[in-house]
């Protein structure tokens, strides 16, 4: 269970208590977003299509629960390793010479295609969250949770992404991605499959 969240107001926060504090936001928000889900589909069922690119309510609350699975895996590895992470020069954004590296494991994912839905194990999250840089889970996070460039957490969480070795631009890739999908079937729906003529009988 996420503890309190470091206070933003701090003269000077460390390292880790930057990424515990935002961290700890991210549970705040995916549990009231968890707890609210049904109530915006019946409100505002746009909303979700904004956030998520869909409207399935299965396939969304799977994607929530996994990014906070996420984030609680993440609270824990930076609890675990504050010191350590305090004690470390500042990660670059970018190496200056990127050396070529062995494939890293992907992201235990659920998209929409997949049949039926799953949810990966603890053990395959915390896994893959002790493997990733803090900065790629944050990423993820905020995809399973529907975050976009306009939420009041955007700012801090571009520059922890950043400043911790995830793909920021990528994210944003997507995100406008998904925004021109949106658009592009609003103005051009698929059109529906016509209906097959009534039988009549034999002439």
């Keep these: 269970m996420s503890a309190a969240a470091t206070p933003a107001e701090l003269p000077n926060p460390s390292r880790a ?59 824990t590895r930076l609890v675990q390793n504050a010191a350590r992470l305090d004690a470390e020069r500042k990660p670059r954004s970018a190496p200056a010479r990127p050396r070529p590296r062995p494939a890293r494991p992907a992201a235990p994912r659920a998209e929409a295609s997949d049949t039926p839905l799953a949810l990966p194990t603890e053990a395959e999250i915390a896994a893959w969250v002790r493997r990733r840089p803090i900065g790629a889970v944050i990423a993820d996070i905020c995809r399973d949770l529907g975050i976009a460039c306009d939420h009041p957490l955007w700012r801090e969480l571009q520059r922890a992404i950043t400043r911790e070795r995830g793909n920021y631009v990528r994210l944003v890739s997507e995100i406008i991605d998904r925004g021109a999908r949106r658009i592009a079937e609003a103005w051009f729906p698929s059109p529906r499959p016509a209906a097959a003529p009534a039988a009549t009988g034999p002439p």
């Design 17 to 75: 208590e930057r990424l515990l504090c935002l961290v700890r936001k991210l549970i705040d928000f995916g549990r009231d977003l968890a707890a609210t889900l049904h109530q915006r589909a019946a409100t505002d069922p746009r909303s979700l299509v904004r956030s998520f690119g869909i409207c399935d309510l299965a396939l969304i609350l799977l994607r929530i629960r996994r990014g906070l699975l996420c984030a609680n895996t993440l609270e």
